[in-house]
């Protein structure tokens, strides 16, 4: 259940009524956001005087509901925005990983290009075997900082973990959350209390509701600004990475307050899938895309065979503007 509470209480007697309640408690511009259990289906008496406005939850996928706000979040990265009435589909490309200056250098030249504004390059890398490339840790975010600085780009890189979480919110201006650490409750709670946009990628073997679990985790200690993103599940199918969710995708936009984006590259695995797999993103109206792109897949340290190389992904780029315009969008 949420509850909007009168202002006029004031934040001493706000917390005092959350502590009984055993509830979160939002301090919000025009009222007091408490959060109660799902279980909770009737207001409690000594709140009762108190509240504004109720929402009784199926579930505990509350704050991020589109049963408690039919309208969308609407978040600025970049000087654009994405979700609310906005019509906008972000383009989020680089690298799997910062692997050199040279490397990064070629792909911060090719997206100012573009006119593309969010690098994205990985520095911890949560890799599955212990003998592959595992990123360029704090040297590749302070690398990442300079590429910012001098093109005026902004960073989306992942956490893998709670050692180094403070380093990427301090460093990033887009946290990611990698489909391995999606129930990481302590990159979670961190990031729900930082004012940074946050991309909560949904675990391969999540379900729906488990992922969007995830986002009313950071958004229940007050960070609002929750980028959900489908990068494909783990089904049957052998011949390609993973399935991508279409389907899920559908029930996101629908059932959601949260803008959601797609991860072709990591659903298909192999270069040659990814860019049929954007253009039917984009045709879905979504909010933005991520794509792996590297000056030589050939050579990368990390998911070389699903990069694209920058000709590769010039032509995609070009190709998914008309269908963002047939579907009243465009791409930024």
């Known amino acids: 259940m949420i509850l909007h509470l009168d202002k006029k209480i004031g934040a001493s007697t706000a917390n005092q009524l959350a502590v009984q309640a055993k509830a979160f408690l939002l301090d919000k511009n025009d009222c007091y956001v408490m959060v109660l259990p799902c279980g909770v289906k009737e207001i409690p008496s000594y709140l009762s005087s108190y509240v504004l406005d109720s ?92 590429m910012r600085d001098k093109y005026g780009l902004k960073i989306a890189t992942e956490v893998r973990d709670a050692t180094h979480v403070d380093h990427v919110i301090e460093y990033a201006d887009i946290v990611q959350i990698g489909a391995k650490s999606m129930y990481d409750h302590g990159l979670l709670s961190a990031c729900g209390q930082s004012d940074k946009v946050v991309i909560l990628k949904r675990n391969y073997g999540a379900t729906l509701q488990e992922f969007v679990h995830c986002a009313d985790f950071m958004m229940s200690l007050g960070n609002e600004k929750i980028i959900l993103c489908e990068r494909g599940i783990r089904t049957f199918e052998t011949k390609t990475r993973f399935s991508l969710d279409l389907c899920g995708v559908a029930w996101l936009k629908q059932y959601t307050n949260l803008p959601v984006i797609l991860d072709p590259s990591h659903a298909m695995g192999y270069d040659y899938g990814v860019p049929n797999l954007a253009r039917a993103c984009v045709a879905m109206g979504v909010d933005g895309l991520l794509i792996e792109t590297h000056p030589n897949p050939k050579v990368a340290l990390s998911d070389a065979s699903q990069q694209l190389n920058h000709q590769q992904f010039r032509e995609m780029f070009e190709s998914l503007k008309p269908i963002a315009s047939a579907v009243g969008r465009q791409i930024v």
């Open 55 to 146: 929402w009784v939850m199926p579930t505990d996928m509350q704050l991020s509901s589109s049963d408690y706000r039919s309208s969308k979040h609407k978040i600025e990265i970049a000087d654009t925005y994405i979700g609310g009435d906005e019509k906008n589909t972000l383009m989020i490309a680089g690298p799997c990983s910062i692997e050199s200056k040279e490397q990064i250098e070629q792909s911060c030249q090719m997206l100012v290009d573009l006119g593309i504004k969010v690098l994205r390059a990985g520095c911890f890398k949560p890799r599955t075997s212990p003998y592959t490339f595992r990123g360029l840790g704090l040297d590749g975010l302070k690398l990442l900082a300079k």
